[in-house]
Antibody
Framework: EVLLVESGGGLVQPGGSLRLSCSVS????????MNWVRQAPGKGLEWVSY????????YYAESVEGRFTISRDNAKETLYLQMNSLRGDDTAMYYC?????????????????WGQGTLVTVSS | DIVMTQSPDSLAVSLGERTTISCKSS????????????IAWYQQKPGQPPRLLIY???TRESGVPDRFSGSGSGTDFTLTISSLQAEDVAVYYC?????????FGQGTKVEIK
């Protein structure tokens, strides 16, 4: 069974940092594209970041470029999102979502399956 | 950025009735070399993560009931629920994956009349 489980969310002050984790089972993170997608309370979906399967090419949404860093640990089968310089508009549920398998190096895939999400609240 | 616009924002449909949701992209998302439309559809029920329903505009994900279907090409796409069931109450999103940033429509809320 394919599972994605996020953790690491919480309450953080503006300007602070958090590291989100997404532990997967049933597949290898090194063989699939992986993404972070967020959803502000009561709002729609916003793609945040992408890391390709084999090569590990990385892309970010403009809203987080320079502040967030996506990475993965193949041995731990875990995806990460390091979030620095957090702002109020970063408050959201953060989901990890799998993309396509294989050697694709460009973010042009659908998202599925998804984890249950981890909530990040940026507030003083 | 490619802007995805869904209509309507919400609709109420009787059980068993046909439901159609429109999604328009600001850019052609048909890639000519492979003749594929880079569009996906998702269903999100309250308190749950999104669930992939459709990709390549019309390919149903494994396990998705066949009352869900996708159609369209270029810039205009439709998600159809042929006979609405109570468990289909949700918000539905389209998404383009033609090029980054990958973008979603604003969502369409489907309720029972």
């Amino acid at each position: 069974e394919v599972l994605l489980v996020e953790s690491g969310g919480g309450l953080v002050q503006p300007g602070g940092s958090l590291r989100l984790s997404c532990s997967v089972s049933g597949f290898s993170v090194s063989n699939y594209e992986m993404n972070w997608v967020r959803q502000a309370p009561g709002k729609g979906l916003e793609w945040v970041s992408y890391i390709s399967g084999v090569v590990g090419n990385i892309y970010y949404a403009e809203s987080v470029e320079g502040r967030f860093t996506i990475s993965r640990d193949n041995a731990k089968e875990t995806l990460y999102l390091q979030m620095n310089s957090l702002r109020g508009d970063d408050t959201a549920m953060y989901y990890c979502a799998r993309g396509r398998p294989g050697s694709n190096t460009y973010p042009n895939s659908w998202f599925g399956p998804w984890g249950q999400g981890t909530l990040v609240t940026v507030s003083s | 950025d490619i802007v995805m616009t869904q209509s309507p924002d919400s609709l109420a449909v009787s059980l068993g009735e046909r439901t159609t949701i429109s999604c328009k992209s600001s850019h052609n998302v048909l890639y000519s070399p492979n003749n594929k439309n880079y569009i996906a559809w998702y269903q999100q029920k309250p308190g749950q993560p999104p669930r992939l329903l459709i990709y390549w505009a019309s390919t149903r994900e494994s396990g998705v009931p066949d009352r869900f279907s996708g159609s369209g090409s270029g810039t205009d796409f439709t998600l159809t629920i042929s006979s609405l069931q109570a468990e289909d109450v949700a918000v539905y999103y389209c998404q383009q994956y033609y090029r980054p940033p990958l973008t979603f429509g604003q969502g369409t809320k489907v309720e029972i009349k």
